[in-house]
């Protein structure tokens, strides 16, 4: 294959079955909105801490119930716990939703291309995050936070539907005092009391305070906002060459083995789930991929 | 390509040494798997021996058509190919991943049943034609050369025999040549058999592919094949290339497709495609899969279960909040640029063979080399 960019940071396959799940067991469990959820979990096997890369993924199962790819919202530095937030919208992830503490999950990963942390020093960043688009983000944001002297600016763009479903409301004030971290967040529709920003988070680009020319951009959310996002930060002059999204597609296995995550040429699950923008400008363009 | 040696020697055997090549694979434990004749068509299945391959029987295929009718001869291998494909031995259309129990720290997973290891008899396939073989090898690329191998298959593939047949009688559907994996046998097999009949004789060419093969033609009775023998067996394939009336024009068949997903042919065969997934399914490199966790009703017990599965359901592509294709124009151009294009790019291979199976499958005869062609000759119409 041809393309313009190397993959984001490969990271090396784990051993074992690549079909069984591990089990984990859940330590705590938080309530982000009313329909989003946090879970702590913690390897039930101790000698096997799990170790991941911002942007990867597990595959969740919930025993007996199904498994559903989900990214890791959790410190890549703290391998002792490993965080999941995910909405419940379906089967599975509402099942996972009323799971509580000592409950056991099944996990099989960490699987996927990662950020481009690494590319990103030296550099801006930007990241726009679309509703349950932030926590795949989050990884990112605990990476930069504990090497902040090597990032110039960084500023999050985050939009979510209404006030209430703003997730880490209080965790990106942390971020915004303590990290130097610009976050500005604007919902599709306001509420009462209300104060901020109303309009899709495009509309958040024109007030990201960096350096253009020297700025490496994430995106996450759904593909529409993705494709706007991209398209907003090239008229800012970002050089689409430092443009990264992650993808979403049914999958199944992860490994590249069910079919079910293409995405043209690509494999959401091995050859993504982050991808640099130039390598799949053309096909963010067409319906039904 | 993997090239068969040119010095590997071509013997003789006659037809009743077919009956004793099944016999010697049985005795080195093999499970013998061939043609036989079943519900009306040709299927691979168990062969107990030599009769129940499908002797003087063939078919006719045409797009949406496929019909037995005798041959007025005993040939053996008179046939060309019928909905089966070995994929269902090397990746079965129902499987077990793996079963857990829940215990007092949760569940485990019980490893002994854990994706089972080749616990029952290795495979011999009997029959296997030049595309076929070609197309094990492409899902050879799939599930047992990248970064993840799936352990099922590699554990059955690992110690299949295979028998080839050269191509005699190509169907009306058949384009292997435009493909480049046929009519002649090309490849990695353990065994090669050319069938040479007509109204003065009917014998069979045989030559080995590897040591393992060497080793099972020794225990039948052979003998090098005469110049004029050796030159029939190439008639033979030769025959077969000429009689192949279909082709499907490859030259930059990725680029083609890729130009062109927003073609309006799409949307016309996406109107005659009924999206039942009968292409997929007898398609023998389509790998996609789904599976299902289930548990037994005490809720203690939990079983995951791999199953085919085909880019033309609407569920295939299913992600919170709805489906990615909706259309089946949206699917057609899926699987049709999956199979010919992106492939290409996953696997360094075609995904096609040209078997025709999709074409004579199919209930409305949709044709993937008429589809290539339309958009071919409006490259760029979008």
């Known amino acids: 294959m041809t393309f313009e960019h190397e993959v984001a940071t490969k990271v090396a396959v784990p051993d074992g079955l690549p079909m069984a799940p591990r089990p984990f067991v859940i330590r705590r469990t938080r309530r982000e909105t009313y329909d989003t959820f946090t879970l702590e979990l913690e390897s039930t096997i101790k000698t096997k801490p799990f170790s991941f890369a911002p942007g990867q993924f597990n595959m969740v199962y919930v025993f007996g119930v199904g498994e559903v790819p989900i990214s890791i ?64 983000l989050r990884p990112s944001i605990y990476s930069i936070m504990r090497n902040r002297g090597e990032y110039g600016r960084v500023c999050l763009l985050y939009g979510a539907r209404t006030p209430s479903d703003i997730l880490f409301p209080r965790e990106m004030e942390t971020w915004r005092k303590k990290h ?43 593909e529409v906002m993705m494709r706007f996002s991209a398209l907003e930060l090239l008229k800012r002059g970002i050089d689409p060459a430092t443009i990264y999204v992650s993808m979403e597609r049914n999958m199944k296995c992860g490994i590249g083995l069910c079919g079910h995550c293409q995405f043209g040429p690509h494999f959401i699950c091995k050859d993504g789930p982050v991808f640099p923008y130039n390598r799949i400008k053309e096909l963010l363009m067409k319906r039904e991929i | 390509m993997f090239q068969v040696a040119v010095t590997a020697m071509v013997y003789r055997i006659e037809t009743a040494a077919v009956q004793s090549l099944i016999e010697v694979l049985h005795q080195q434990n093999y499970s013998v798997l061939g043609p036989t004749l079943r519900d009306g068509s040709i299927v691979y299945d168990e062969l107990h021996d030599a009769s129940d391959l499908p002797m003087g029987w063939t078919e006719e295929q045409r797009p949406g058509y496929y019909r037995i009718r005798k041959r007025n001869d005993e040939a053996l291998f008179g046939f060309t190919l019928g909905p089966h494909s070995w994929k269902k031995f090397l990746f079965p259309s129902i499987s077990k991943l793996f079963s857990a129990s829940r215990n007092a720290k949760g569940f485990n997973v019980l490893k002994d049943k854990a994706e089972p290891k080749g616990g029952t008899k290795p495979l011999a396939f009997f029959g296997v034609r030049p595309c076929e073989l070609h197309a094990i090898e492409i899902q050879d690329k799939v599930f047992a050369s990248g970064d993840y191998k799936d352990p099922q298959y590699n554990n059955v593939r690992a110690q299949v025999f295979i028998v080839a047949v050269n191509c005699s009688h190509p169907a009306e559907t058949c384009f292997c040549s435009s493909m480049g994996t046929g009519p002649g046998v090309e490849g990695q097999y353990d065994l090669a058999l050319t069938e040479i009949i007509d109204e003065k004789q009917h014998f069979f060419l045989i030559e080995a592919g590897s040591p393992k093969g060497e080793q099972v033609l020794e225990n039948i009775q052979h003998h090098p094949a005469e110049g004029n023998e050796v030159s029939k067996g190439e008639d033979v394939v030769r025959t077969a290339a000429s009689n192949m009336k279909r082709t499907l024009d490859t030259r930059g ?6 130009e062109n997903a927003e ?6 065969v996406g109107a005659r495609c009924l999206s039942c997934a009968n292409c997929t399914l007898v398609c023998p490199t389509c790998f996609c ?73 199919c209930p409305v005869g949709i044709d993937i080399t008429d589809e290539t062609r339309v958009i071919r000759d409006n490259n760029g119409s979008a």
């Not at chain 2, 073609?263 to 016309?268: A, D, G, L, V």
């Not at chain 2, 709805?322 to 995904?351: C, V």
């Open chain 2, 253 to 258: 068949i990725k680029e083609l497709l890729y």
């Open chain 1, 73 to 136: 919202s959790g410190d890549p530095d703290n391998m002792d716990k490993l965080l999941h937030t995910a909405r419940a919208v379906g089967t599975v992830t509402k099942r996972m939703s009323a799971l509580g503490k000592g409950d056991v999950l099944g996990i099989r990963g960490p699987f996927g291309a990662a950020w481009p942390l690494a590319e990103a020093k030296g550099k801006d960043v930007v990241i726009v995050a679309g509703g349950i688009g932030l926590p795949p």
């Open chain 1, 180 to 222: 130097g971290i610009d976050v500005f967040i604007t919902v599709d529709r306001s509420m009462k009391g209300w104060k901020g920003n109303v309009g899709v988070v495009t509309t958040l680009i024109p007030k990201a305070t960096i350096d253009p020319l020297n700025t490496l951009a994430m995106i996450v959310g759904p």
């Open chain 2, 263 to 268: 073609h309006p042919e799409w949307e016309k």
């Open chain 2, 289 to 361: 899969n789904t599976v299902e966790d289930s548990t037994d009703l005490g809720g203690t017990e939990a079983t995951r279960t791999r199953k085919w599965d085909s880019c033309f359901t609407l569920d295939f592509s299913y992600i919170h909040g709805g489906n990615i294709r909706t259309s089946t124009k949206a699917r057609y151009r899926q699987w049709m640029t999956h199979k010919l294009a992106s492939w290409i790019d996953q696997f360094g291979t075609s995904g096609c063979v040209g078997c025709g199976r999709c074409i004579t499958w």
